[in-house]
């Protein structure tokens, strides 16, 4: 399924452009493409990157307008920006583990598949490409798409994992 309309935003060209010219796969994936399916209007888009989310997130911000402030948080491997009211945060693709006694995981470098595998819910595992050889195509693992059709909430990975990792998602469900 090709998503035009949800990418038809001028900066989804540009920071393609920006992500094929470094040879970089990045996808719009979770909230953004959750609200696109409930018909909500959402301003935060998550980008994720294979690869240095960083380093993506600074050549996008140089192509768009090189006045724009790059915010990085290299504990988490992430960056931010702000440009025409949307919130634009950059994370590449990791893993992550847990301890028993830290909410805070222990992250490291991962594929696009680890990254939408440790999703907290399926509906937030939604992608869609921005890479030129399936660019807007909607990549659905989990099945997220038919868990919003059907109003359920469900998580990508076994459950007990996944509210054990991090318990304060059994309150965002």
Do not use: Q
């Not at 920006?18 to 935060?44: M, T």
């Amino acid at each position: 399924m090709i998503l035009n309309k949800l990418i038809e935003l001028d900066f989804f060209k540009n920071l393609s452009k920006v992500s094929i010219e470094n040879n970089i796969e990045c996808y719009v994936v979770g909230g953004f493409v959750r609200d696109y399916f409930l018909k909500r209007k959402s301003k935060d888009i998550d980008i994720l990157v294979v690869g240095d989310g960083i380093f993506l997130a600074k050549k996008f911000a140089a192509e768009i307008d090189k006045k724009i402030k790059v915010n990085i948080f290299k504990n988490f491997g992430t960056a931010n920006l702000k440009y025409k009211n949307y919130e634009i945060e950059f994370v590449g693709a990791r893993k992550e583990s847990y301890s028993r006694d830290s909410r805070n995981p222990i992250i490291k470098p991962g594929s696009f598949r680890d990254d939408i595998d440790r999703r907290d819910f399926k509906m937030n595992s939604l992608a869609v490409s921005l890479n030129a050889n399936n660019y807007g195509e909607l990549i659905d693992y989990h099945n997220g798409l038919r868990d919003i059709n059907e109003k359920i909430i469900n998580t990508p990975l076994d459950s007990k994992l996944t509210f054990s990792d991090d318990p304060l998602r059994i309150f965002r469900a």
